[in-house]
């Protein structure tokens, strides 16, 4: 048992201790990376305003990850939904078919995916940023899905036609709602996976600059603590929108009750 | 074979209906009549057909040809929305994301019933099922007889002209099960819906009942009360179906005019041929109830009898079961009521069983299924 609880503290060390480190020299006030830390300040969050590329990189990773996400979530909610109504076989055919771009290495997507774009003369910019993050984070998605979709019970649907909503109703009312926190938390890992992306990034952005690709050529000339602070933003920017995503599930339950007992 | 028992119109009605899965003849030939008000049972071995039966009543499936009219309507465009009927599931497919009241509102909600009064009508609807207390439980907190409610009243809040119920009772243990049968019953009566009630088991199907559709290979082999089903099966599949029979088997000649003989193992047996439909030369079994014979010496009004060996003797409390082997080698058993003090015999007694007539069913051997 001793053994065990080490190894799961180790475990959790190993995966926490560079996030605390980051935050931690986030706040240093010296430019140097080294212990003990002498002193803190916010003058490295001060400079990401000063940096204006910074901030427009920050803006364009924003953007493109927020598209993304709702690009995947549309396209993740049909393909749960093809998914739900399709056979053994079709289930199957469909899972290889979303998939496979993930055994794919990056760095021969964002090729095979740039030759594409030359080929059929689409212009690099952030809409090609955007299709190649979707291509990525589709695979993604279906994975995580196809386990919570294999639970869904499908009488569910049923009953609700037979209760009398129609097939539109019975979408919105009962299968969306179901499927909603599933679709919900792809849509946030999506976010996340287009937000850091670069391997592919980097070969289909052309003259745009995303945050990674900006930090990566800041990280060529000179090793700077701006780099712990844009870290630690971003950190609190995913964690933020999870506790938004756990709180209003919350709320619309409580709301929906006590609308119920004033009436 | 419509049987209905009163002059007006069926409620549902099914005329030669037929199904098939791909190559796979599902049912064949329906035809049934369920009146108005009627506790009807869909009784069938698993495989048999009964539950699509059931799936073409709500609007799941369609007929392959045929017609079914629900209230002298066609109901064959309509989707399931907009049929006067309810389904209570077989797992219940209670909506796991809403709470007990918000599941049994939301027939109502989807009609676009008014706030107040779809409050009412839920809240008298929790209370038949006596869930009042537990409205606001979420699904998962709900134990398996609670669920049941939940299903029943969540079908019942809408009024439907018929409640389609799928083996409502399976996933619940033994206690339970008896207790939900007579809740069920008095459900039935407060509510006065028409139930047509889907199951294998016989048990439920006799004590729920008005009539019983029993229901074999997807074919309709019988449709009675649950006592004429049971003491005058018309098939052999009935007689095994419906409670224990035992079976003596042989072959029929004729002895006379309108009579014929059964010449078994144990010895010719006299019978009428009535409505059972048998003649001369046709191999038929005799199925006796086990509850009907009795170890009477005095048979003066008893008009069967053999002579058997008692194998073994097992003590069940209010009854006793008999294992017997005839002197012909027939194996069958007796059932009786035990009474303090009585004396009943005991394994390797020879003993003389009886019978009377009118609860012994002479069938023909020649469609065995199952």
Redesign the interface.
Known sequence: MMLLKAVVYATLAYLLIPLVVIILFSFNAEQSFSFPINGYSLRWYALIFEDPQLGQALVKSLMIATATAIVTLVLGTAASLAWLRLGRFGRSVLEILCITPIALPGLFLGVSLLVLAAQLGVRLSTVTIVVSHVVLSVPMLMIAMRARLALFDRTLEEASRDLGASQIGTFKRITLPLIAPTLISCAILSFALSFDEFVVTSFVAGTETTLPMYIWSMMRRTVTPLINSVSTLALLFSIAVMAIGFFVGRFKRASALSERASS | MNNGTSAEAPLIELSNGQKQFGLFQALTNINLAINEGEIVTLLGPSGCGKTTLMRII???ETLTSGTLKIDGKDVASL???KRP???V???Y?????LDV??NVA??LK??GVE??ER?RRVQAMLRTVQMESLS?RFIGELSGGQCQRVALA??LV?GPRVLLLDEPLAALDLKIRQHMLGEMKRIQLETGATFVYVTHDQDEAMILSDRVVLIDHGQIVQVDRPQDMYFRPRSLFAAKFLGETNLFEGKLTVSGIGQLSLETQDGPFEVVSNDAAVSGNDAAVMSVRPEAMSFRQSNAQLDYAVDAEIADVIFSGSRSFFHLVSLGGQKFRVQVQNMPGAALPVAGDKVHVSWRKDSATVLPLSRISS
Do not use: C, S
Request: charged share 25%; proline share 10%.
């Open positions: 709500a609007g799941f989707p399931p929305e009927v309810n389904m599931f077989q797992r497919a209670l909506f796991p994301h009241f918000d939301y027939g989807v009609k706030k107040e409050r606001h969540r079908a809408n």
